[in-house]
């Protein structure tokens, strides 16, 4: 049974005065009994304050993104190096928001991933369909392309960690039924070993897409799923307290 890691995304949004919900995070989880992993990814511009408020407690932080090389002539990236540096140990990689937006390959995933083991942190790979692909029954191929190329090549699978977020579920209010994220998580499990992944059972499966208090006992309870990767329901909280409690 792997640990579950409940990581937050609070993707672009947060200011100074936001950490006070970092604060009440450490009362809370001070005051509970919980055996996950608990991670926040802030936006960059607040990974090394938050650092600093999660400081001997045992909370993890995390940057959503990195550059590819360790650092030269790229205006506006930061490197995993750098996120390191400010005490990170995490970095998501490939959320779906980066291979839209910023139109992220699998094959620039998987040097971001490189990156992060090379800065010594954890990279989050995200993976997940669109609705136009689910929609034309295709989202374990789907799956099993991102997955097969946006993971970091012969690296065994206590080193990195796979977000499994369907993009028509990111915002939306909409879940996946818990057999769909069940045969999600069983496929993604049977790729890594079909692949060769050493220690392919020791990668843990997070899910992510309209997390939220009231639904997550069900999703955390699915067997393959190791944890959630949680937008929204990660900026205040009370809510994201309600989600840790459910696993
Ligand atoms: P929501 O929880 O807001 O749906 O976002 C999920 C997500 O994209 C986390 O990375």
Not at 187 to 214: C, H, M, T, W
Not at 224 to 234: C, D, I
Request: hydrophobic share 45%.
């Amino acid at each position: 049974m792997l640990k579950p890691l409940i990581a937050g995304n609070w993707k672009m949004n947060g200011l100074k005065s936001s950490l006070t919900e970092a604060e009440l995070l450490v009362e809370g989880l001070s005051q509970g009994n919980y055996s996950v992993d608990v991670l926040i990814c802030p936006p960059a511009t607040l990974i090394d304050r938050m650092v600093s408020v999660f400081d001997g407690n045992a909370i993890s932080v995390g940057g959503q993104d990195c550059h590819a090389n360790a650092s030269g002539a790229h205006t506006g990236d930061v490197s995993a190096e750098m996120i390191s540096d400010m005490g990170a140990t995490f970095v998501i990689v490939g959320h779906s928001e980066r291979r839209t937006d910023h139109g992220e390959t699998n094959a620039v995933v998987r040097d971001k991933a490189e990156a992060a083991l090379r800065a010594g942190i954890t990279p989050i790979v995200c993976i997940g369909e669109t609705l136009a692909q689910r929609e034309a029954g295709e989202t374990l191929s789907v799956l099993g392309d991102q997955i097969a190329n946006s993971i970091p090549p012969g690296v065994a699978g206590d080193q990195y960690v796979v977000a499994y977020e369907p993009v028509w579920a990111i915002g939306t209010g909409l879940v996946p039924e818990t057999s769909d994220i069940n045969t999600a998580h069983n496929f993604l499990r049977s790729k890594l070993q079909e692949i060769g992944v050493e220690n392919a059972d020791k990668v843990r499966l997070l899910y992510g897409g309209s997390v939220k208090p009231s639904n997550a006992a069900e999703i955390l309870g699915v067997a393959e799923v190791n944890g959630a990767l949680v937008g929204g329901a990660s900026l205040k909280a009370a809510d994201f307290l309600g989600i840790i409690a459910g696993a």
